[in-house]
């Protein structure tokens, strides 16, 4: 890495680090003011999509977005593959208002926790999977009724680019009890922003959209059946990109003869 684009990395990380503390000390004072929706704005789209700038400019990240014409009216639940915190920033911008499952500790966070305190987030306590999954249960459909968009990284965690997790169910089973699809989302950001270190790759990410999944049926099959789907498209999707590698052949008839 040369200097100057080091310097220029240190630069980006100073500005965010800066305009995210007074962006939410700001809204310690205007925000509570505000209805659910303005304050969603003015909290987290603003401030993600000033994000979104300083990456472009400073990093040299840009974007791309495939399949914005299957955005469904009503909100519904996200999934996504997560590999950076580049998709969070998107995310929060494109789709409002949005919250988003995290752990609990990050509301303990001295101002960025605060702030996030006051989007809705579900946040969960990981050392208790069950009650997890029960809160992601109950809050995540209050807050669809409340016709808001409620993401889920079925991951669980960031994952390093060419690889992918094991997908959980919780976001399939809240959509299919709230009788909702699952909009799925495909990305490569892990490309040019990797989960681990600080170092940044100029780029341009691709984020590909899919047609929203219905369930078929309801009950415990239905959840499996539609997470297995979501999952399977994400990593076509991202295969179709060239973030994994290409999916094994089966054997060929002949070869298994030959056998």
């Given at each position: 890495?040369?200097?100057?684009r080091a310097f220029r990395i240190f630069l980006f990380y100073l500005l965010l680090g800066t305009t995210a503390l007074l962006w939410c000390s700001l809204s310690f004072f205007i925000a509570p003011f505000l209805s659910f929706k303005a304050r969603y704005?003015?909290?987290?789209?603003?401030?993600?999509?000033?994000?979104?700038?300083?990456?472009?400019?400073?990093?040299?990240?840009?974007?791309?977005?495939?399949?914005?014409?299957?955005?469904?009216?009503?909100?519904?639940?996200?999934?996504?593959?997560?590999?950076?915190?580049?998709?969070?920033?998107?995310?929060?911008?494109?789709?409002?208002?949005?919250?988003?499952?995290?752990?609990?500790?990050?509301?303990?966070?001295?101002?960025?926790?605060?702030?996030?305190?006051?989007?809705?987030?579900?946040?969960?306590?990981?050392?208790?999977?069950?009650?997890?999954?029960?809160?992601?249960?109950?809050?995540?459909?209050?807050?669809?009724?409340?016709?808001?968009?409620?993401?889920?990284?079925?991951?669980?965690?960031?994952?390093?680019?060419?690889?992918?997790?094991?997908?959980?169910?919780?976001?399939?089973?809240?959509?299919?009890?709230?009788?909702?699809?699952?909009?799925?989302?495909?990305?490569?950001?892990?490309?040019?922003?990797?989960?681990?270190?600080?170092?940044?790759?100029?780029?341009?990410?691709?984020?590909?959209?899919?047609?929203?999944?219905?369930?078929?049926?309801?009950?415990?099959?239905?959840?499996?059946?539609?997470?297995?789907?979501?999952?399977?498209?994400?990593?076509?999707?991202?295969?179709?990109?060239?973030?994994?590698?290409?999916?094994?052949?089966?054997?060929?008839?002949?070869?298994?003869?030959?056998?």
């Amino acid at each position: 890495m040369s200097i100057l684009r080091a310097f220029r990395i240190f630069l980006f990380y100073l500005l965010l680090g800066t305009t995210a503390l007074l962006w939410c000390s700001l809204s310690f004072f205007i925000a509570p003011f505000l209805s659910f929706k303005a304050r969603y704005r003015f909290i987290n789209v603003y401030w993600c999509r000033c994000a979104l700038w300083l990456t472009k400019v400073f990093l040299g990240i840009r974007y791309e977005i495939k399949g914005a014409e299957n955005v469904p009216d009503r909100p519904c639940v996200i999934q996504s593959n997560h590999q950076s915190t580049w998709e969070t920033f998107f995310l929060s911008a494109y789709f409002s208002p949005l919250s988003q499952v995290l752990k609990r500790e990050l509301l303990y966070v001295p101002f960025f926790g605060w702030a996030m305190a006051m989007l809705r987030p579900i946040a969960i306590d990981r050392d208790n999977p069950k009650a997890a999954l029960k809160q992601v249960a109950a809050k995540g459909d209050e807050l669809l009724k409340d016709n808001v968009w409620v993401l889920i990284f079925p991951e669980g965690t960031r994952v390093p680019y060419g690889t992918v997790g094991k997908f959980s169910r919780s976001g399939s089973a809240l959509a299919v009890n709230a009788a909702l699809p699952v909009l799925p989302i495909a990305h490569n950001a892990g490309k040019f922003w990797p989960k681990i270190g600080w170092g940044k790759q100029a780029g341009v990410i691709t984020v590909v959209i899919g047609e929203p999944m219905y369930a078929e049926g309801s009950g415990p099959r239905a959840i499996a059946d539609l997470n297995d789907r979501v999952q399977a498209w994400n990593e076509k999707t991202q295969r179709d990109m060239g973030s994994l590698p290409p999916a094994p052949q089966a054997p060929a008839a002949s070869d298994q003869l030959a056998v």
